[in-house]
């Protein structure tokens, strides 16, 4: 009698690549994806700008987590699926200091532009954030005065670990990307007239053979029960 047992099928296993900002809420996401359907998947985070070089550069990915404007250029340049965007978290930035320093007041915006034009020393990242704060110091005409004093963190360099060193004494960065750091101080979010949201999210490339299988494990992310570990982790459902 011929053997008829089912032959298991060989597990499927996802690469993906993201940006910092989303290393620890993916983590989440991905470990419950991973106990419901079996699947394996690595998310490898970087800099998002060596995020997106690597893209362009042909590198093999499953999925591309982002943030939403770094996407859209991706698809345009044809190396993300046209129409496979998916919009994931929402992310705030919040201001750091080494920890036992005084906490600047972040109330307004006067207030910020103050802490800012007293801080020795500042950073940002070279993402989303960091572009639209240097367009915030242009807008209140300090640029020119601030320049000597700002730190520019390089890509896949956390600012929180340069405002943990000492180097640093005024860190803007995603709130995710704060939390749990030792050795800072979250001062608190910037206030609703100057916050910066980004909107992170999912592409896929056009050459992955694993395209259903991605689009099941976006679906996962933005179920109803995934908001509460995006939360967790600094961030709001898109």
């Known amino acids: 009698m011929p053997n008829t047992t089912p032959i298991s099928p060989v597990p499927t296993r996802l690469k993906g690549i993201s940006s910092m900002a989303t290393r620890q809420v993916l983590a989440e ?3 419950g994806f991973e106990a419901a359907s079996g699947v394996s ?13 690597r893209v362009q550069a042909g590198e093999a990915f499953d999925v591309v987590i982002l943030g939403s404007d770094a996407i859209e250029k991706l698809i345009a340049g044809g190396h993300l699926q046209p129409g496979s965007r998916v919009d994931l978290v929402r992310s705030g930035v919040a201001v750091a200091v080494r920890k036992g320093a005084r906490l600047p007041d972040l109330t307004t915006e006067d ?14 990242s070279t993402g989303p954030s960091g572009v639209a704060l240097a367009k915030l110091f242009e807008r209140w005409g300090i640029a020119e005065q601030i320049q000597s004093r700002i ?8 600012v929180a670990s340069l405002v943990a060193s000492g180097e640093v004494e005024l860190g803007f960065q995603q709130l995710s990307e704060l939390l749990g750091v030792a050795g800072i101080a979250i001062a608190g979010p910037l206030p609703p007239a100057i916050q910066i949201i980004t909107t992170f999210s999912a592409g896929i490339p056009v050459k992955t053979e694993q395209a259903d299988t991605v689009r099941a494990m976006l679906a996962h992310m933005n179920a109803p029960q995934a908001a509460e570990a995006k939360r967790r982790q600094g961030m709001e459902p898109a």
């Open 41 to 53: 998947v690595t998310i490898e985070s970087v800099g998002g700008v060596d995020a997106a070089k």
């Open 29 to 31: 996401l991905v470990a």
């Open 151 to 158: 730190v520019q963190a390089p890509p896949g360099v956390p």
């Open 111 to 124: 207030a910020v532009r103050s802490a800012v034009l007293g801080a020795r020393s500042i950073s940002y």
